[in-house]
């Protein structure tokens, strides 16, 4: 299969790959996917409380280019972001940012699944109630 | 200077010979003719070449050159002598014994056979990839026409106890018949000592051209029948209809004629080479050869590397040309299923490479992968949340995983 150019930009200079401290408060990680599967992301996100703002983001993913590609640009996106703005990230504008073939669709899925299962660890180490994960895309 | 990428992926096709295209040059221009026309020396100059062809083959795998029946390759070999047997052998009995690590060309012909009514045993294989003989000569039975079972496995090289499966096979009354794809050529295969009944291999695995391959059908003790599969002319003894590929059996001719003279020097080569890449490639933490280590085809390593996922790894390794034990094309992987049956959890066999040398294989090449697999491991693992994980001792087998 080729890989966009994109594709490949990330994977070869894959952007926020690290670890941020998970016992922080103010840190969110969502670990998302399956070994049996062939992916597993983390992606975990720093927030300033006063402001509701995504401070910094970092991911680490077992999968093919195109879930590294994923999660990286999902990173890159979150860095500035409120909390709010971040939600409403559709897991299409990865797939048209980076051109995924629809067999890669699932790759982008499971970024905005991670991107959703870090904020709710956020918002639940914060007092804050979980929101429902959707779950339309499976 | 190293010309990249580099073909290490030899299990799934090999480059032609230089000197087998160069037989068969002629057979595609001047001598043109159709080996069945009787009637003009077109015809005869081709089927002087088909015969010629004929001898170099049976002269590989020691038989007479009447037993070889030519066809478009080893998926229409596997087909026509497993749909064949059971076709000619109804009377007998309708049980065929296989193992679950063959090649989709048997296991998917086996399925057919049992939507016809045909009872098939597949038997399970030890983490080497070797069956038991104990369960075979177990699941034998007086119904048991055929036992079907590969010579060296594609994706690990392992090789069964070919001698063996076949004796208990004839102790039993049935016949033995292997797919000799990936050892035809690379390994000493003779059907005589052996005890094949028949056997199904292919010219491009062994430096040939795509598209002609032949099956071994025994004449002799016991003789063998199988019934053809496709209508028409009768060529092949009435076992395989169709105008004969010429200059392709020119070439598989050739390519068997060269593997006779080479295959020993080639062996030992290659099996040094690649005990040298698997031996470098072993030294990075959680790594693991898949299939027999002791009973292995000699350029064949398939080598699973922990915590970083197969498709991923093949980007890495993009200088390289290799194949992976995951296929990460839809949303429900199916990592292979070789390597599910040498017990590997999902995981470990989608992070394995399949490294497939050849007689082109160059020391400067292997020197050069090596370091392109270290590096692309060391970086997709830094990358990784479960190498993270391991490396702080997190058991990963006791993680909640979020299916998706």
Redesign the interface.
Not at chain 2, 328 to 333: D, P, Q, Y
């Given at each position: 299969m080729a890989y966009s150019d994109k594709v490949i930009d990330h994977y070869s200079n894959p952007r926020n790959v690290g670890t941020l401290d998970k016992s922080k408060k103010s840190v969110g990680t969502g670990l998302v996917g399956a070994p049996e599967c062939g992916d597993v992301m983390r992606l975990q996100i720093e927030v300033d409380e006063t402001t509701n703002t995504i401070t910094d983001a970092k991911f680490k993913t077992f999968g093919c280019g195109s879930a590294i590609a994923s999660s990286s640009l999902a990173t890159e996106w979150l860095k500035g972001k409120t909390v709010d703005e971040a939600l409403a990230i559709d897991n299409m504008e990865i797939v048209e940012e980076l051109a995924l073939p629809p067999v890669k669709i699932h790759c982008s899925v499971l970024a905005e699944d991670a991107i959703k299962s870090a904020i709710n660890d956020y918002r639940v180490k914060n007092g804050m109630p979980e929101l429902e994960m959707a779950k339309s895309h499976h | 200077m190293l010309k990249l990428p580099i073909y290490l992926d030899n299990n799934a096709t090999t480059p032609l010979d230089p000197r087998v295209l160069e037989a068969m040059m002629p057979y595609l221009t001047e001598v043109f003719g159709n080996a069945a026309s009787r009637n003009h020396p077109f015809g005869w100059a081709a089927e002087e070449a088909v015969d010629y062809a004929r001898d170099q083959i049976a002269g590989l795998i020691n038989c007479d050159p009447k037993e070889i029946i030519f066809t478009s390759g080893a998926t229409e070999s596997d087909n026509l002598a497993i749909k064949g047997i059971f076709e000619m052998y109804s009377q007998k009995g309708n049980h065929i014994i296989t193992t679950t690590t063959e090649h989709k060309a048997v296991l998917d012909t086996c399925k057919h056979i049992e939507k016809i009514g045909g009872k098939v045993t597949y038997l399970p294989v030890n983490s080497e990839g070797l069956i038991s003989l104990e369960e075979l000569e177990a699941a034998m039975t007086p119904q048991t026409i055929l036992v079907t079972i590969m010579y060296g496995n594609n994706e690990t090289g392992t090789i069964q106890p070919i001698r063996e499966i076949a004796a208990i096979a004839h102790k039993h009354g049935a016949l033995f018949m292997t797919d000799g794809t990936q050892a035809v050529g690379k390994i000493p295969v003779d059907v005589q000592a052996d005890g094949i009944d028949l056997m199904a291999f292919t010219a491009h695995k062994m430096y040939g051209p795509k598209g002609v391959g032949a099956m071994y059908v025994r004449r002799k003790n016991p003789r063998v029948k199988v019934t053809a599969q496709m209508d028409g002319g009768g060529h092949e003894r009435g076992m395989r209809s169709g105008t004969l590929n010429v200059p392709g059996i020119v070439g598989l001719g050739k390519a068997c004629e060269l593997a006779k003279q080479e295959m020993t020097a080639d062996a030992e080569r290659l099996s040094t080479m690649r005990d040298r890449l698997e031996k470098e490639l072993l030294t990075l933490e959680e790594s693991y050869v898949n299939g027999s280590v002791e009973h292995r085809l000699p350029h064949v390593a398939n080598i699973s590397f922990k915590?970083?996922?197969?498709?991923?790894l093949m980007?890495?390794v993009k200088d390289l040309a290799v194949s992976s034990g995951?296929a990460?094309?839809?949303?429900?992987?199916e990592?292979s299923y070789v390597l599910k049956a040498l017990g590997l959890?999902?995981?470990l066999a989608?992070s394995s490479l399949r490294f497939g040398l050849s007689r082109f294989t160059t020391d400067e090449q292997i020197d050069y992968a090596i370091n392109h697999v270290k590096e692309a491991v060391t970086k997709l693992r830094?990358?990784?949340?479960?190498?993270?994980m391991f490396k702080e001792g997190i058991d990963?087998d006791k993680i909640e995983?979020?299916?998706?």
């Open positions: - | 915590y970083v996922e197969g498709e991923g980007m890495g995951s990460c094309t839809s949303a429900s992987l990592p959890s999902d995981d989608h830094e990358m990784s949340p479960l190498w993270e990963l995983w979020a299916e998706h």
